[in-house]
């Protein structure tokens, strides 16, 4: 039998998994390295080191940054140097002694040590000067769009420089959603033009640095940036919404991009969800997506569901379908 990793390996390479990869099993998620700011907590507003006010509502699923006149932190995106200052990725040695503990006990040959970053280049735009600017700059500043982008960068490669130094990760958990459920937010060119250019470099840098396996969250439609998904770099797209036709992304990409998720949270992880249903759903993804470069996972970027039983009933389906494809 494969470990989970040895069986990952085969799975996106196209060899000979003996099983489906079962959502996040791959990956051990380092959480204790030291992240900017606090993070978001039901009923209360935190603040990130770039100054970003998040809100969680009490009764609400997630968090979201406030982009009122008193919260918002880039009204200007001319002025983007009178305003932002690149936050520092330093942090005192025993910040990191948790993460560092974490990452020694993990058998390496079991699972990958996996370094995760959220609000990625995209988000982090759009948290810095809400979403409808952020859209709107891309045409009426992109000069400054682009200004900003390289700073937004600069700062992910400190982090990972600071990741790989002390934790030496073999695998990135990367968080950038770039599309609603219907659609990218920005078209392709422009993807090319101004997201591609920072990935390349900030997943390049990882790469170059012991990193073997890069996972991009974005749980959307994003069918029309898989060519710069492969030109970035990725490994695996997390967050496969099935309004992506993933059976037809499979036969056009697969060898070059592996293809996670075909289990829509928004269907499945619900107060009335029910294991029959969530039975249906793994079995038709598994039998419409294949054995190779598919992992069936719920599209939320984390290892786990809104409503908790959803995940574990989820990954006990999957089993349950590995013994009877791959028999």
């Not at 959480?31 to 100054?51: F, H, N, Q, R, Y």
């Amino acid at each position: 039998m494969l470990t989970k990793r040895q069986n990952l390996m085969e799975t996106i390479k196209g060899g000979n998994p003996d099983r489906y990869v079962n959502q996040y099993e791959f990956m051990e998620l380092i959480v204790e390295v030291p992240l900017s700011g606090k993070p978001a907590v039901p009923g209360k507003e935190t603040k990130d080191t770039w100054g970003v006010t998040k809100n969680w509502p009490e009764g609400q699923l997630a968090a979201f940054p406030v982009h009122d006149e008193a919260h918002t932190v880039l009204k200007d995106i001319t002025k983007w140097k009178e305003v932002l200052v690149k936050p520092s990725v330093k942090y005192p040695e025993e910040a990191w002694a948790a993460a560092i503990a974490h990452a020694n006990a993990v058998d390496r040959n079991e699972k990958f040590v996996t370094s995760m970053f959220t609000t990625g280049v995209f988000e982090r735009l759009h948290f810095l000067m809400g979403m409808e600017d952020a859209l709107m700059n891309f045409y009426e500043e992109p000069e400054a769009v682009h200004e900003l982008i390289e700073l937004i960068t600069e700062y992910e490669l400190d982090f990972a420089k600071e990741v790989i130094e002390h934790i030496h990760p073999d695998a990135l958990f990367h968080h950038d959603d770039w599309g609603s459920g219907k659609s990218t937010f920005i078209a392709p060119a422009m993807f090319e033009e101004f997201i591609l250019p920072a990935y390349q470099k900030i997943y390049g840098f990882y790469k170059e640095n012991g990193v073997e396996v890069i996972v991009h969250h974005s749980d959307s439609y994003a069918a029309t940036l898989v060519p710069y998904m492969i030109e970035m770099g990725m490994d695996i797209w997390q967050g496969v919404m099935t309004t992506n036709n993933i059976p037809e992304l499979i036969k056009a990409y697969g060898g070059k991009l592996t293809f996670m998720g075909g289990l829509d949270n928004g269907q499945l992880d619900k107060a009335d969800w029910s294991r029959e249903e969530i039975a249906k759903y793994v079995e038709k993804a598994c039998k419409e997506n294949g054995k190779k470069f598919f992992i069936p996972c719920l599209i939320m970027g984390g290892p786990s569901s809104l409503f908790p039983e959803v995940y574990v009933a989820v990954s006990e389906e999957i089993d349950r379908m590995s013994k009877e494809i791959f028999a």
